[in-house]
């Protein structure tokens, strides 16, 4: 970094917030650590800190650097439990990742932490990290799940040269059901509504998110729009015929489905979040419990 004065000035607040105040550039594989008001720039690959040769699968750093947003995780390294949060900061021409390392090893965040193996521990960090990516009502994926990882999979079929298709949901007139029935008959309604659909895709290759409220995102790899439209449909009706139960009543709903398509490589993930939207909210205004594509 040319100008230390701005770096020192620009994280000095942070101090005392972690045990380490690293600056991260993924691209150039620079990292920059603050320790003791000290700058110490070094060569070596960030995830040569936590013991490793290989990059780390959940790298937040990379992750804030592309979605411009602040990433969490849980790591372990040498009998000791960190948390790692990464943050975008632009200085000059070029974005660094401020990372901020904190021992948390007596927080309690892992109970009888000194008599597990290193095996149970990294089984229970990796479930840390991965309720950080659930939604708590349903338990599928939420909206972070869908920030991180919708680009990637997008990518990933274009590389392979594969259609992948989404269908955005809506439960159709839901506010009906909280006006009538409560919030918490809605909220069981939300409940068996993603998980009848998480039920209906193929676990293997697909999966489906919380986007918000009560409105859902399913990723479909390697599926070309018919098929998409078929799988819709097939969940659509399965919808229409089921009934919700909640203390003695029997509550229905439908479902507007828009499906957006990626087949000739062409479109990229926003337009085609933002195709997927649009036929939803037409399959709503033509009378909703419909699919358009």
Known sequence: MNDINEFLRTISMLQGIGDIIRAVDPVNNKVINLEKSEIKEYKHQCHMFWGGHDACKNCVAMKAMVFNDTFVKVEYNKDKMFMVSASPLVLGDTKYIIEIIKNITNTGIICDLEKKSVNEINQEIRKLNNDILMDELTGIYNKRYIDENFHKAVENNIMEENPISIIMVDID??????????????????????????????????????????EFLIVLNNTDKNTAFKISERMREGISNKVFNFEGNEIKVTASFGIGSLEDFKTNPIDLIKKADENLYRAKREGRNKTIY
Do not use: S, T
């Open 173 to 214: 007139l839901f506010k009906r059901v909280n006006d009538i029935y409560g919030h918490l008959a809605g909220d069981q309604v939300i409940k068996e509504f993603a998980r009848f659909l998480n039920n209906a895709i193929r676990k293997e290759r697909d999966w489906i998110a919380r986007y918000g409220g009560e």
